[in-house]
């Protein structure tokens, strides 16, 4: 089993990037698929969540109203479209799969990604 991410990169405040994490090994209709972050210094935190089975969403306080997360099945692909980016946004994100009872802890995700950099310029 593989998740890869990539998407990444230096953006300006105020821009756009859209992160892409491709699943492979399985199948992973019944599992939730997330991205987490992880700035310099700083814990890894949950970004946004989606059921692969149904499309439905969850956010973290920091993605409501600018980053949105969408799964394309017959890519088996899980997409970030973060909008607005602000230089806090700055981190790794990694994006992982998993059953798991609470999306937003690490506990419970049993593949991740690489993680892939993304840099916001003020």
């Known amino acids: 089993v593989q998740l890869q991410a990539f998407g990444g990169g230096l953006v300006q405040a105020g821009g756009s990037l859209r992160l892409s994490c491709a699943a492979s090994g399985r199948t992973f209709s019944s599992y939730t698929m997330s991205w987490f972050r992880q700035a310099p210094g700083k814990e890894r935190e949950f970004v946004a969540a989606v059921a692969w089975s149904d499309g439905s969403a969850y956010y973290g306080d920091s993605a409501k109203g600018r980053f949105t997360i969408s799964r394309d099945n017959a890519k088996n692909t899980v997409y970030l479209q973060m909008n607005s980016l602000r230089p806090e946004d700055t981190a790794v994100y990694y994006c992982?799969?998993?059953?798991?009872?609470?999306?937003?802890?690490?506990?419970?995700?049993?593949?991740w990604g690489q993680g892939t950099l993304v840099t916001v310029s003020s």
């Open positions: 992982a799969g998993g059953i798991v009872d609470m999306v937003t802890t690490m506990n419970g995700y049993h593949y």
